[in-house]
């Protein structure tokens, strides 16, 4: 099966704007995302999933710039299922990982492991955010192309083509689903960035980084958060 991963990403959040362009050590989040999905062994390519905003371009012009130039996929700002239906037209890829451009610190072997989970059994999705047990900021969502396209046919209101999975789950008695659980629970931690404390947060965790940063994994990230980042910003 040809899988790919679709990095959802766009500069209009309320609560930080061009978050996903603001800088950690110097350099955009978006591109601490995309270093990290470039160590999955699993996946055929990558594209990134922006809206048709004039406001987004810059995002285009990021994607553009790097070398090698990453894909990136244009569409309604709403309708993030017609931008993911866009993105499976233009590769043809049988099933994709969903990811958020806000996930600096994504687990590429998280990613394998959920590929790997989807490929060896019989499922429509393999998810680790129904219920959530890893931490936000590391959610993967691995959706075959068959289930989504059956499930776009029965979408009927804004909010389900805006968060593109929840249909999913809302009727998993349809689809073969299948949770990874994180032993223990850290679904209380935010690795994710949306706001102002977040992007605080994740600096320091950046900052105390000696190593490459794909070389930390999800158990080094949540070690150096607890050396590096103050109680009240966790």
Known sequence: MDIGIIVQARLGSTRLPGKVLRTLRGRPMLAWTLDRLAACRSVDGLVVATTNLPADQPIVGFCASRDPAVRCHRGPENDVAARCAGVLDRTGWDAFVRVCGDSPFIDPGLVDRAVACFLGGRFDVVTNVHPRTYPAGQSVEVVSAAAFEDMRTRLRNDADREHVTRFLYRHADR?????????????????????PADLEAMQCIADAMTEPQWAYGLNEILELREQVVPLAAR
């Not at 689809?175 to 706001?195: A, G, K, N």
């Open 175 to 195: 689809y073969r689903i299948h949770t990874l659980r994180r032993r223990e629970d850290r679904s209380d931690v935010r690795l994710v960035v949306d706001t």
